[in-house]
């Protein structure tokens, strides 16, 4: 087997594009999206949207599923049409989204731009996944991936720790910072990008739309892949409350300016959006090791218990007011992810027959899409229910008879917490204080834990009982 740097070496230029591409986009999109939901729920005399938690979930989850099941009919237009101008098409879709979540203010119009943005993203995913299949071979497309799976956390972790700096200054800076960032890919695409060769389609495109459709419905008929797949809208129903619940969480509950002060920070520039990005930075530092040891598993074990510490990982973020622990549960829910999140991918590569490889990989984005949807409904009014400081407070208010101006323009949301303040008589921390104590919001971890938990019980239950010790590939 050639070595790691004779492997390198034998990437052709257009691995390297695609590469670069990947890390923008992912740059512009998660410097957008963990900061997303914030944006759209905090008060808007901070220049956010001032959403309720039931919309915000309503419009991350419904675009979001989008952008993972869309790739199963825009891979299809792409292979039809072109690679090159596919992405000539997301990019422009991209740097338009951007500018409309940045400049569109009323509830409808912004759950179209998203909608809208997830479209740009749904064309560019299948076509870079497919750029770094076609570049690599048998004997490389291990080290291939993994510097593709590289490309997204490094993407992953500039993006937000970047944002986590400029919302605070003005929430139009991060808009900006991801329509420049996704630009920089035009020069990629238009001066350095050669598409590899198609296999002629002479088939039209809505043949080809009709067909990606039926495929999914062949690959469907079989059960215990079902079954394994509606497993996994937990998982990732779970997962995603990184983006969904956790920066709202840490924005209302964590004493982040302790930890700031520590680090040398100003008050108020060590923000929740830079702590999420600590998850790719983990990630980054540790996926090798994490990888070495759970290659020693087969699949189905490795889920299970990546799923498991993921679980716990949840219950540090969400159970504490202290910066330090809830950087211990980023840590250990990237733990838990990397453990399981790619032995998603390859369980599915394993099980899918020769002939329906590609097939079944592109059925596999279903429990995401899936998973994406559900996570917003569990953010919106249950969490706000259990753990948004503001829906808490308004349920202290009613509860002493106390009569408060309706959320408005003239009244926001920070207003109507100051006069709350002002009547009980306390400080923002006393205020906190006294909510964490009285309403308890940190049991939300319950319901988070809980779901994972569950996923990794049925994913025993479906090794033991489903599969009944068939091999990876007789899962017929």
Do not use: C
């Amino acid at each position: 087997m050639a070595g790691l740097g004779t492997v390198i070496k034998s990437f052709k230029r257009v691995f390297w594009i695609s590469n670069l591409m990947e890390l923008f986009e992912r740059w512009a999109w998660y410097g957008f999206y963990n900061a997303l939901a914030l944006y759209l729920t905090l008060s808007r005399d901070t220049g956010a949207l001032g959403f309720t938690q039931a919309q915000k979930g309503l419009i991350m989850g419904t675009g979001s599923m989008l952008l993972y099941f869309l790739p199963l009919i825009t891979g299809a237009i792409a292979d039809k049409i072109g690679y090159k101008k596919v992405l000539i098409l997301s990019f422009t879709m991209y740097v338009m989204g951007y500018f409309m979540m940045g400049h569109f203010q009323t509830y409808g119009t912004i759950f179209f731009a998203y909608i809208f943005l997830a479209t740009a993203g749904a064309f560019f995913k299948p076509i870079v996944s497919a750029m770094i299949a076609k570049t690599t071979t048998a004997e490389t497309s291990s080290i291939g991936f993994g510097i593709f799976y590289m490309m997204i956390n490094v993407g992953g972790f500039i993006g937000p720790f970047v944002s986590g700096l400029l919302y605070k200054i003005n929430w139009n800076y991060v808009f900006w910072m991801s329509m420049i960032t996704i630009a920089i890919n035009y020069i990629f695409v238009f001066f350095f990008f050669r598409e590899p060769g198609r296999e002629k389609n002479t088939a039209s495109l809505g043949k080809n739309i009709v067909q990606a459709l039926q495929n999914i419905l062949v690959t469907l008929s079989n059960w215990r892949y079902v079954i394994f797949l509606v497993i996994m809208i937990l998982f990732w129903t779970a997962f995603n409350q990184l983006y969904y619940s956790f920066p709202v969480f840490l924005d209302d509950w964590v004493d982040l300016d302790k930890l700031g002060i520590l680090l040398g920070m100003e008050p108020g520039q060590l923000t929740a959006v830079t702590l999420t990005s600590l998850d790719a930075f983990f990630i980054i530092l540790l996926q090798l090791i994490i990888s070495s040891i759970a290659m020693r598993f087969k699949p189905l074990q490795a889920m299970m218990t990546g799923i498991m510490i993921l679980a716990g990982g949840l219950f540090f973020m969400f159970t504490s007011q202290h910066a330090w622990v809830v950087i211990f549960g980023i840590l250990v829910f990237a733990i838990g992810e990397m453990a399981s999140s790619p032995k998603f991918t390859e369980y599915v590569g394993r099980i899918a027959p020769p002939d329906k490889k590609a097939l079944y990989m592109g059925t596999s984005f279903l429990p995401i899409a899936a998973g994406h949807f559900l996570a917003g409904i569990l953010s919106g009014k249950l969490y706000a229910g259990i753990s948004e400081k503001f829906t808490l407070l308004t349920r202290e208010i009613a509860a002493r008879g106390i009569s408060m101006p309706e959320i408005s323009a003239g009244f926001t949301q920070n207003d109507y917490v100051h006069r709350a303040q002002e009547i009980f008589g306390m400080n923002s921390t006393e205020l906190n204080r006294y909510l964490w104590d009285h309403y308890h919001p940190s049991h939300i971890w319950i319901l988070f834990s809980g779901i994972a938990v569950f996923a990794s019980i049925l994913l025993f239950f479906y090794d033991r009982f489903i599969l009944k010790g068939r091999v990876a590939n007789d899962h017929t």
